[in-house]
């Protein structure tokens, strides 16, 4: 039997509208409809005076938070040997680690900390990349089914320019093992939905970029991948795809780059001008991953201009290049990156606001997954509910003051709360 | 009756040498002999054997973290409205603020969370601003000694460019006051020291800095105040000193810059190469604040030069302009932002590697205590025991990469316990 998914929740409620307008309604009513919203209001509507209404008092109710970006098989990881810049980091810390879940046994261990993790986080919605295992990326995905979050993990191709221990054999082995995990999964879950995921340009030859797009088309997959990282990984694609126009190029030769495909490509930090216009027209995601681009001392990635130009934006954690799978630490250190980059890099390009931090995480990716990340009238209802009453203060607060204090200082205890899609997880 | 402080702490210990040698015992003997450090052991020395011993079984036992920055009054708006840069956040958030701890009321609500939090953090000494306020500064100082942290705390002196409501009569009435704060302090605490606070060169007149030199001399006190944070500040300083030769040379003027002076400055993010050479000459104390200016838009101080030269230079949290009490956080912040100034402005200056930030937090700042920061022998015993066990991980961990991941990801959750100079205080 479902449960019934009509009712009211009660409490200090903010949102977004749009990256510089933040709504906050105290002791707010938010109307959860057959799982979506149907709007905030400052007096509860006569005609839901009979529902269910659940009052969370002072505590404030905000859209579950949307992570575009991480890696499960990394968590394991996450805060240890950021010594190193990325293709060096991943030869030898990422892929050996990586690696080790083609055995079961290891994955279950691994990712049972991650899906516990993720359930206990602020985050309701998730793009995943798992490894080039399919059946550890199927346990993933089982884990992932039961926290009750909502989202997309990928088995991961890579059959080029990879250690024996962590590559396909072929592209066409790829291609087979894709198509079958496709097959195993099918009609398996209700929260959790299969994303094509070659792992970036350098680890997928052109056959199998061309083979996934045959499989992309026939499935109708969303893609995910990686862009414009690293100065030395953009110099490396150029060798590998000689007549790619810029590294996003490589990827929309094959028809995996927007248009018709959602599409999320993590970092962006060093575009051309051709690739920014082309990831516009193309209408392609850009996964900011503030602190992964800092620990692997890639760089800071133009987020204003990713605002000012109109573009799909969200945020990533990037576990394990970020050390941890807070959204709310990503919004601090997205504000807290466009900051130094403004004042050492290019002063034009305004440091984010708060409010633009709090979008990204909410609505700016919550997009990808239809109408998500805000409480706005037919709005799938995520939503957190965070208890800031341990963190103390002397003087008063306003809402959005509450609201900046959990952003920068809240973590998992001061969660109360989640919501997915109407359905309470904890 | 004064407790013993002769016993043994057992558990997994890690201390710096120097800023490139961490030690790392697993299930060592860290022997405490009347608030000192007699040594780290692989097996118990036979004269130690019938000491009391404590057994953190699997447990980290690293040095007390120490935090050369911060400002009590300002702990309150942690987190709050970061979207201005020095100068105008000091008018449009700090000043107020501060003014409102000339009600002693809400000095004790202020005073009484930031000392909790302080106790309960990894640091076990401090340097701290309070405000212009004789009272609450006396009442800070009461809260912070029942803490049994040992701290160095500041009445701070402002006699210009500052508000009516947080600025002082004259300098002499400035002086005064000084002088009548270290005679109702004198004697009265064990764990708590004054240091004289000129708040920086802008808000000081050169009439008080001549008085606080005087008064400096006479009662032998160490000094800390802000030296070239922001370079809209340090173009003031040189209108306000037409006759310095760079900022610091404005304290050096009044014999409140080192040489015999104990003094740290917050800061130095944009030192001239005389000024670097002086600080040096001088044993000035730099105290790193990277979260606080990376949020005030700052820039990044050149750490790997002052490491190079051999100068004296530790960690600060520098709440509120930083975001909270964790000198973690600082280390990690340390590391983070030296791999975005390699990438960004000079490649010359190579990242902070975990050691050397570790060094810093403990080792680095510590030094200005005196022999505080290390577990070597003759070193004051500050402890913190640290538990690891909720941070879970598929693979085997060394204990350089257990600690590692503490600096990372670690909170007030993971402190076991913490003593200070043998002093165990929870």
Redesign the interface.
């Known amino acids: 039997m479902k449960e019934t998914r009509n009712f009211v929740l009660r409490g200090n409620i903010c949102y977004s509208l749009d990256p510089t307008t933040l709504e906050t309604i105290e002791a707010g009513y938010l109307v959860c409809e057959d799982g979506t919203s149907a709007g905030v209001y400052r007096e509860l509507p006569e005609q839901y005076a009979g529902w269910p209404l659940k009052d969370f008092g002072d505590r404030l109710i905000i859209p579950g938070l949307t992570d575009l970006h991480l890696h499960a098989p990394q968590y394991?990881?996450?805060?240890?040997?950021?010594?190193l810049e990325l293709l060096e980091w991943l030869n030898t810390r990422t892929f050996p680690?990586e690696a080790?879940y083609g055995d079961l046994e290891?994955a279950r261990?691994?990712y049972t900390?991650f899906a516990g993790n993720m359930k206990r986080s602020a985050t309701t919605r998730a793009c995943i990349f798992a490894t080039i295992h399919r059946e550890s990326t199927v346990m993933l995905m089982d884990l992932m089914e039961e926290t009750g979050l909502k989202t997309m993990v990928g088995k991961v191709n890579m059959d080029r320019n990879s250690p024996d221990i962590l590559i396909e054999e072929s592209a066409e082995a790829s291609a087979r093992d894709t198509l079958a995990w496709l097959e195993q999964i099918h009609g398996r879950y209700e929260n959790t939905r299969p994303i094509l995921t070659p792992r970036f340009i350098p680890s997928c030859t052109d056959e199998l970029m061309g083979r996934l797009k045959e499989i992309q088309r026939d499935f109708d997959l969303p893609v995910q991948s990686h862009l414009s990282e690293n100065q030395g990984e953009i110099a490396w694609v150029k060798e590998l795809c000689p007549w790619s126009e810029f590294y996003g190029d490589a990827y929309d030769h094959f028809g995996l780059f927007g248009g018709g495909v959602d599409t999320v490509m993590a970092h962006c930090v060093w575009p051309s001008e051709a690739e920014i216009a082309r990831m516009k027209e193309r209408g392609v995601y850009v996964a900011h991953c503030p602190?992964s681009n800092?620990?692997?001392?890639?760089?800071?990635a133009p987020v204003r201009t990713y605002l000012d130009q109109g573009m799909n934006i969200g945020l990533g954690t990037d576990v394990a290049g970020g050390?941890?799978e807070s959204v709310f630490r990503a919004m601090?250190d997205a504000?807290?990156?466009s900051?130094?980059?403004?004042?050492?890099?290019d002063d034009r390009l305004k440091?984010l606001?708060?409010q633009e931090a709090f979008y990204l995480g909410t609505k700016g990716g919550g997009a990808f997954f239809g109408k998500v990340g805000s409480f706005e009238p037919g709005y799938e209802l995520d939503a957190v509910v965070l208890d800031d009453a341990e963190l103390?203060?002397?003087?008063e607060?306003d809402l959005a003051?509450r609201l900046?204090?959990l952003?920068?200082?809240s973590?998992d205890?001061h969660i109360a709360g989640k919501f997915v899609a109407g359905r309470r997880i904890f």
């Open positions: 394991g990881f996450r805060g240890l040997g950021m010594d680690e080790k290891y261990r691994g900390i602190q800092t620990n692997l001392s890639s760089g800071i050390t941890g601090a504000i807290q990156v900051k130094l980059r403004w004042r050492l890099t440091p606001t708060v103390q203060h002397p003087q607060l003051e900046e204090r952003i920068y200082l973590d205890r």
